[in-house]
């Protein structure tokens, strides 16, 4: 019983949905998937980019893909999507919920607009996705793996990330919680911390010359993080080989916080 359903199905080709999966991290999540076989739905606030998105795996790795235009805070284009995705590719057997907003903009100069939207889509949009593929994974009875994107924000943060900290603090504990209800039906739950990445956006800030330097000195490793080193991880926690791991974060950060400074 428990132990089999534990278990994403060991055939690949499984259905994984990642939002925000047009550039960046989500990218580089689909780009992982597809290269262990998997069929892809990447689903972002930008359709046109997603659909881009969708042909380049589909002529890089021979798989089938698809994209979507799903803006992650609003509940009635996610279920939409799941629909949409599940027609096209079958069930979803995983779900990453990639899709993220950061501002940077300092504590006290933050006005409660933007501190709501990166709520919104951070945190909400989440708990949206979450809702409704699991509902259908339960259904199903065939278990499945969910993955939250959070961040080293999850447990540290800056003055100028209080909205930002707040959504990934709170996905941490969204995850656990989710992680106890839906074990009883063979769905796993976990996050991913990535460090410093290289993205779009962090781009800005990581692309200048003396920050170069810090990530020389601080980093064990000795160079910022890249996407496919995210997806790696992600294809990891939706394999059988991660059957016993739920309600945990593998932080993804090059030995960063392992330092004192
Ligand atoms: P990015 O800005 O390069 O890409 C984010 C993608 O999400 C974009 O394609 C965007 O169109 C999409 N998106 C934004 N709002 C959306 C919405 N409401 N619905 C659907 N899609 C939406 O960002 P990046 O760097 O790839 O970040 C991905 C995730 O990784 C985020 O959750 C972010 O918080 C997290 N992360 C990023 C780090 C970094 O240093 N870049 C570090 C730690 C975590």
Not at 98 to 116: D, H, L, Q
């Amino acid at each position: 019983g428990v132990t089999k359903e534990f278990l994403v199905s060991e055939n690949q080709q499984r259905v994984v949905l990642i939002t925000g999966a047009a550039r960046g991290i989500g990218y580089g999540i689909a780009e992982a998937f597809a290269k262990s076989s998997d069929r892809v739905a990447v689903a972002d606030v930008d359709g046109e980019a997603a659909k881009q998105a969708a042909q380049r795996l589909t002529s890089a790795f021979s798989v089938q893909a698809i994209g979507v235009a799903c803006d992650v805070t609003k509940r009635s284009a996610i279920d939409a999507t799941v629909t949409q995705v599940e027609e096209a590719l079958g069930p979803i057997d995983v779900l990453v919920n990639n899709a993220g907003i950061c501002p940077f903009v300092e504590a006290m100069k933050m006005s409660p607009e933007t501190f709501t939207k990166t709520l919104d889509v951070n945190l909400v949009g989440p708990f949206h996705c979450t809702q409704i593929v699991a509902a259908r994974m339960i259904e199903r009875k065939a278990g499945g793996s969910i993955i939250f994107i959070t961040s080293l924000n999850e447990d540290f943060t800056n003055p100028g990330q209080v909205d930002y900290a707040s959504s990934k603090g709170g996905l941490r504990m969204q995850m656990k919680a989710f992680a106890l209800a839906l074990g009883p039906h063979g769905i796993r739950c976990n996050a991913v911390a990535p460090g410093i990445m290289l993205t779009d956006m962090t781009a800005h800030h990581w692309e200048k010359p003396e920050n170069a330097a810090y990530i020389k000195t601080r980093v064990a490793v000795g160079r910022i993080g890249l996407p496919h080193d995210i997806g790696g991880v992600c294809v990891f926690l939706a394999s059988p080989a991660a059957g016993y791991v739920s309600g945990t974060t593998i932080t993804v950060d090059g030995g960063f916080t392992a330092s004192c400074p």
